[in-house]
């Protein structure tokens, strides 16, 4: 039917064959990445710039927000700390008041 010598010769030729088509196939697939490579750094270089801009603006707008946020919370938390100082010094007044007159108190009371 098929001679070995034959189907060996073909085999070699189709196997030669698939090599230079796959290294075709890799040289074809790394020129189109650098292709998309070298147009993604031609974008982002045209990009850069506008984003320098555009980012400094973003971080003025959000210290604008954070100081306006802070501002917020100092003026809710400002009654709380008033408070809190008030009663402290209230029972420092009290402490002293009690060492002062429980001290003068008669005994027998």
């Not at 320098?52 to 604008?64: E, I, K, N």
Request: aromatic letters at 8%.
């Amino acid at each position: 039917m098929f001679d070995v010598a034959t189907l060996q010769e073909t085999l070699a030729v189709a196997r030669d064959a698939a090599l230079i088509l796959l290294a075709v196939e890799g040289l074809l697939l790394a020129t189109l990445t650098l292709l998309l490579f070298r147009a993604a750094v031609r974008g982002l270089r045209r990009l850069v710039p506008r984003m320098y801009l555009f980012m400094l603006d973003a971080q003025r707008t959000t210290s604008r927000v954070c100081g306006s946020i802070q501002r917020a919370m100092a003026l809710m938390c400002a009654p709380f700390v008033w408070l809190n100082n008030v009663s402290a010094n209230l029972a420092l007044f009290a402490r002293r008041l009690h060492a002062f007159f429980g001290s003068a108190s008669p005994k027998g009371r």
